[in-house]
C-alpha cells in the first residue's frame, strides 16, 4: 500500500511569511496527526483529525497556526506568519482506526522548515 | 502527566557489539509501548508494539522487552545498517497520541 505522502519535503521562507504543508493519508485511515519534531527531540502532536473533525488541538498555537482536513483524507497545515522557533520537521501520520492501534501510527517523511 | 525518558541520548558501537537501549517511562494506564527507527531525513518507522510487562518482540537484530517501568531495546551483533535513531512512545489510557522520548542515536561503526 502507498504510504503517507507530504509535500513539501523542505521549505525555507523569511521571518513573518506564510507557509503551507499538505498531507495525504493512506487510504482508508480516519485519523490523521500532525506533529512537529524539533532537531534532537522526539515528535509532539499539534493536531489529531477523526475523519474532518479536529478532536484535539490543545497544542496548536491557534495565533498563528491553522489546519484543516477537508472531506476526511487530505489536510493542510498553515503558518501565517512564520517565526524564527518554527524551523522544525512537520510530520503527518495517519492510523486507520480511532485512536492508535498494533502498529502504532504511520508516518510520512516530513516536510523539513527552516525560518530565516 | 505521562513522560518517557531515553537513555544513552547517543551510543557508538562496533559492528558485532551487542548492546541495548533504554526507554523508561511514566503513564497512567498504559494502553502499548512503541519502538521506532528514524534514518536522516526520514519520517519515524514502526518497529515493534508492547503491550504488557514481561512481553518480548524479536525482529531479526532487535529484541523489545517490556517491564512495568521500562523498555529496553536490545540490539545483536550489529551491523552498520542499524545506524539511525532510535525512537520509544507511549500511549495512555486517557489520550490517542504518542507520547515520543527523545530518542536514542546509535552509530555503528565497521
Known amino acids: 500500500e502507498a504510504g503517507v505522502v507530504q509535500s513539501p519535503r523542505y521549505k525555507i521562507i523569511e521571518k513573518k511569511q506564510p507557509v503551507a504543508f499538505w498531507c495525504n493519508p493512506i487510504s482508508g485511515h480516519n485519523t490523521l496527526y500532525w506533529y512537529r519534531q524539533n532537531l534532537g527531540q522526539g515528535p509532539e502532536l499539534l493536531i489529531r483529525y477523526e475523519n474532518e473533525e479536529a478532536v484535539d488541538d490543545s497544542q496548536l498555537p491557534k495565533d498563528r497556526f491553522s489546519a484543516e482536513r477537508l472531506k476526511g483524507v487530505d489536510s493542510t497545515l498553515k503558518i501565517q506568519p512564520a517565526e524564527l522557533g518554527d524551523s522544525a520537521v512537520y510530520l503527518c501520520?495517519?492510523?486507520?482506526?480511532?485512536?492508535?492501534?498494533?502498529?502504532?501510527?504511520?508516518f510520512g517523511p516530513g516536510t523539513r522548515l527552516l525560518v530565516l | 502527566e505521562d513522560q518517557v525518558t531515553q537513555s544513552p541520548e547517543a551510543l557508538r558501537l562496533q559492528e558485532g557489539e551487542s548492546s541495548s537501549l533504554n526507554c523508561s517511562y511514566t503513564v497512567s494506564g498504559l494502553r502499548g509501548l512503541f519502538w521506532y527507527r528514524q534514518d536522516p531525513g526520514k519520517g519515524p518507522e514502526f518497529l515493534f508494539t508492547?503491550?504488557?510487562a514481561g512481553e518480548e518482540k524479536e525482529k531479526e537484530r532487535l529484541k523489545a522487552t517490556l517491564t512495568k517501568k521500562e523498555s529496553f531495546l536490545h540490539i545483536t551483533a550489529p551491523k552498520p545498517e542499524d545506524s539511525a535513531t532510535y525512537l520509544c512512545a507511549v500511549l495512555s489510557n486517557s489520550g490517542y497520541a504518542l507520547n515520543f522520548g527523545k530518542g536514542t542515536s546509535l552509530l555503528v561503526t565497521p
Open positions: 508492547l503491550y504488557s
Open positions: 501520520a495517519s492510523s486507520p482506526t480511532t485512536g492508535t492501534g498494533t502498529r502504532g501510527q504511520y
